[in-house]
Structures are given as structure tokens and as C-alpha cells.
């Protein structure tokens, strides 16, 4: 008699720059680490698979989620990218086709989506707002979750940030991941 086959976990795949990757800190504090964790505190049986690069921008990401989308097949994609492209000013039209074509390439294998929202600093003016609103257009037109801001709460603490003042340290870590989490855990069985 054979015995019942072993449940494979979901995956959940995060594409994301720096901010995800755990740039200057170990990446077990990052939080995709933090959900990871998380996932297996509550039982979901899910695995949490971070192909976050630091410095990748939406273009960098466009290349990769094909092969990434392959390699692990995941039944949800977290997509946290932009913000390299905004601290270069690159064109919003060209961060909107890249979002959107990561979230159709991911649609296409039936994957959920979570589109997580980034901001720049007022000092880029008219540009900030646009860039911003980039995320949340993405989302509805693809029907998509959507994080408003990875860093909502964390911004304004400048003792959450590494010396850099780019990068969240391990104690801002928690606060990402609850941000993340309002948008993912909706999509989680």
C-alpha cells in the first residue's frame, strides 16, 4: 500500500530591490524572512521565496520574473520594485509598462498579485505624485492587491533607518511585513 503523497508548501515569491533584499542587515531580520516566519506561526503552509536584488529596478525585474515564475511557480507574487527607478527619475510611462508586464507574466501561470506601492520625497515634486500613483493604477487595472507604501510608518521615524538614511534597519523589519501582510493575507487560503 503507498503511502499518502506529501503536501507541497505554496510559494510566494517576492521581487523586490534593496528594501526587500535586507540591504545591511542579515536576511533572516528582513521581512521577507519576518513573513516567512509568520506563515509558519499560523499554519498556512506556504514557503516564502525572496528574490530580492539590491539596486533592481522594474526593467531588471521584467527581465527576471519569467525564469523566476519557472524556477518556483508560486501561487502569489509579490512585486516591490519601483523605487530605483524613482530616485533616478526614470519615466513614469516606463515603470507603468514594466508593472504591468510583471503582473500580466504572472497572471498568465494564474498566480495571484500583490502590487506594493512606493513614494519619493516631496522634493521631486509633481514627479513624486505621479510615480506613486503608478502602483495603485497598476493594481486596479489588473484587479490585483495592492500595498499602498512599503515604508507607511517607517518614513517618518528617521531612527528606523541605517546610516544611509535609504534603508530600514532590523527594527523597522516588523513594520514592513505588517504592511505588507494587510495586503497579502486576503489572498492566502
Avoid: C
Wanted: charged share 20%.
Amino acid at each position: 500500500m503507498l503511502a499518502p503523497a506529501v503536501h507541497a508548501a505554496s510559494t510566494i515569491l517576492v521581487l523586490g530591490d534593496s528594501l526587500s533584499a535586507g540591504y545591511g542587515i542579515r536576511k533572516d531580520a528582513a521581512w521577507p524572512s519576518l513573513l516567512g516566519k509568520r506563515l509558519q506561526e499560523k499554519r498556512l503552509d506556504y514557503n516564502v521565496v525572496n528574490v530580492s536584488i539590491s539596486g533592481e529596478t522594474t526593467s531588471g525585474g521584467r527581465s527576471r520574473i519569467d525564469p523566476a515564475l519557472r524556477k518556483h511557480n508560486p501561487q502569489i507574487v509579490i512585486v516591490a520594485l519601483g523605487s530605483n527607478d524613482g530616485l533616478r527619475g526614470l519615466p513614469v510611462e516606463t515603470i507603468r509598462d514594466n508593472l504591468l508586464a510583471m503582473t500580466d507574466t504572472a497572471l498568465r501561470i494564474k498566480a495571484k498579485v500583490v502590487i506594493v506601492g512606493q513614494r519619493l520625497p516631496p522634493n521631486y515634486g509633481a514627479y513624486a505624485e505621479q510615480f506613486h500613483a503608478v502602483f495603485g493604477d497598476v493594481a486596479r487595472l489588473r484587479k490585483t492587491a495592492h500595498v499602498d507604501f512599503l515604508l507607511d510608518g517607517v518614513v517618518t521615524d528617521r531612527r528606523l533607518f541605517q546610516a544611509d538614511n535609504l534603508h530600514p534597519t532590523a527594527e523597522a523589519q516588523p513594520l514592513l511585513l505588517e504592511n505588507v501582510w494587510q495586503g497579502l493575507a486576503p489572498l492566502l487560503q
